[in-house]
């Protein structure tokens, strides 16, 4: 059974930092892209970072230049380094990867970590 477990979420003060980090364990064959997306209280969810599994990213105009998304091929992990946080970016943050078996791809989400930045 494939999972993906975050961790690293909390609450800060605006202008701090936080690193969120998800893990894809069992049984798969290759990660495609993953990426980071949110969901603030009355409000879609929004892609916040994505990186392909060759290291290319794209982010959301509101956090670029503050926000970072990597990703250790080695570990099946994905990380997301925020500085600079603001108010605004608090909101549920969801791990999403699309992850290929010998026959089947399908995309995953994991479970949601809050983060909570006050003012």
Do not use: H
Not at 44 to 67: H, M, P, W
């Amino acid at each position: 059974q494939v999972q993906l477990v975050e961790s690293g979420g909390g609450l800060v003060q605006a202008g701090g930092s936080l690193r969120l980090s998800c893990a894809a364990s069992g049984s798969f064959f290759s990660i495609n892209a993953m990426g980071w997306y949110r969901q603030a209280p009355g409000k879609q969810r929004e892609l916040v970072a994505a990186i392909t599994s060759g290291g290319s990213t794209n982010y959301a105009d509101s956090v670029k230049g503050r926000f970072t998304i990597s990703r250790d091929n080695a570990k099946n992990t994905v990380y997301l380094q925020m500085n600079s946080l603001k108010p605004e970016d608090t909101a549920v943050y969801y791990c999403n990867a699309d992850l290929e078996g010998g026959s089947w791809a399908y995309d995953y989400w994991g479970q949601g970590t809050q983060v909570t930045v006050s003012s």
